[in-house]
């Protein structure tokens, strides 16, 4: 590890562990998982391109041919497991530290690793909303070899309950979204660019009501130089444990 990144982490802890801290998580946290990101290489998507499979007007135009695709997704994403950076953000929850954890990731892998305040600003794949009757069904109960699955309760058309392009973000998960940047002290922003409204604004909204933004990216961002204070360089997985362990040394002092 460079001096360098020691005393970032240091500072950071120092910060973050007074508590009331909200992280905003994006693909790059689940990248270890086995999820690839949209726009990054190998996986599914070099195989469909998101935009054509996850697109809502595709969806309605042909359900049974985004199912054959959605499907190989959803069970990807079904096997996945929580990384050391779910994990540890799960154990700063349990610590009290973090308040509220924002993810623009539909993987459900915050949840899987224990975390219960999470914002899914995308929807989960975790779950399937029948578009007839809105009920809610977990993905485990739907037989997937029945290409589109119809509704158990009207016989209707269920979707991954995910936002597809050409969908809104679900009003109350934006609405808490922003309630949480502008009330807490501190933001973790973890795997995520910055780049795609309407996260993008969520650093910004923070700092605005000044809170210290703190930025975990292999690279730096379009975030790092216009609302970041503290900016780790890394991988989620592997800067994530480190974090932890300097919050928890802080801590304890
Ligand atoms: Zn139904």
């Given at each position: 590890m460079s001096?360098h990144l020691k005393?970032e982490l240091?500072?950071?802890?120092?910060?973050?562990?007074?508590?009331?801290?909200?992280?905003?998580?994006?693909?790059?946290?689940?990248?270890?998982?086995?999820?690839?990101?949209?726009?990054?290489?190998?996986?599914?998507?070099?195989?469909?391109?998101?935009?054509?499979?996850?697109?809502?007007?595709?969806?309605?135009?042909?359900?049974?041919?985004?199912?054959?695709?959605?499907?190989?997704?959803?069970?990807?994403?079904?096997?996945?497991?929580?990384?050391?950076?779910?994990?540890?953000?799960?154990?700063?929850?349990?610590?009290?530290?973090?308040?509220?954890?924002?993810?623009?990731?539909?993987?459900?892998?915050?949840?899987?690793?224990?975390?219960?305040?999470?914002?899914?600003?995308?929807?989960?794949?975790?779950?399937?909303?029948?578009?007839?009757?809105?009920?809610?069904?977990?993905?485990?109960?739907?037989?997937?070899?029945?290409?589109?699955?119809?509704?158990?309760?009207?016989?209707?058309?269920?979707?991954?309950?995910?936002?597809?392009?050409?969908?809104?973000?679900?009003?109350?998960?934006?609405?808490?979204?922003?309630?949480?940047?502008?009330?807490?002290?501190?933001?973790?922003?973890?795997?995520?660019?910055?780049?795609?409204?309407?996260?993008?604004?969520?650093?910004?909204?923070?700092?605005?009501?000044?809170?210290?933004?703190?930025?975990?990216?292999?690279?730096?961002?379009?975030?790092?130089?216009?609302?970041?204070?503290?900016?780790?360089?890394?991988?989620?997985?592997?800067?994530?444990?480190?974090?932890?362990?300097?919050?928890?040394?802080?801590?304890?002092?």
């Amino acid at each position: 590890m460079s001096d360098h990144l020691k005393l970032e982490l240091k500072k950071a802890a120092n910060k973050l562990a007074q508590g009331s801290l909200t992280v905003l998580s994006g693909a790059g946290i689940s990248v270890a998982s086995g999820i690839r990101p949209f726009r990054g290489k190998g996986g599914l998507w070099e195989k469909y391109d998101p935009e054509v499979v996850v697109n809502i007007d595709n969806f309605h135009r042909s359900p049974g041919d985004s199912w054959k695709m959605l499907r190989e997704i959803v069970e990807v994403i079904a096997e996945a497991n929580p990384n050391p950076a779910h994990l540890a953000v799960n154990v700063l929850e349990r610590m009290g530290i973090v308040r509220s954890i924002i993810t623009q990731n539909v993987d459900g892998l915050h949840q899987k690793a224990g975390s219960s305040n999470v914002i899914e600003f995308h929807g989960s794949t975790s779950r399937v909303i029948c578009l007839d009757c809105s009920a809610i069904f977990p993905i485990a109960e739907v037989d997937l070899e029945l290409i589109p699955p119809p509704c158990f309760n009207c016989g209707g058309l269920l979707k991954p309950d995910a936002v597809f392009f050409g969908e809104a973000i679900p009003p109350a998960a934006l609405l808490r979204a922003h309630v949480e940047s502008q009330q807490c002290d501190s933001m973790l922003v973890i795997g995520t660019s910055g780049m795609v409204e309407p996260a993008a604004s969520l650093p910004a909204m923070a700092r605005n009501s000044g809170a210290l933004i703190v930025e975990v990216n292999p690279e730096p961002s379009w975030l790092t130089t216009t609302s970041v204070d503290i900016f780790l360089q890394g991988n989620a997985e592997e800067i994530m444990p480190l974090l932890l362990a300097e919050i928890k040394k802080t801590a304890e002092q």
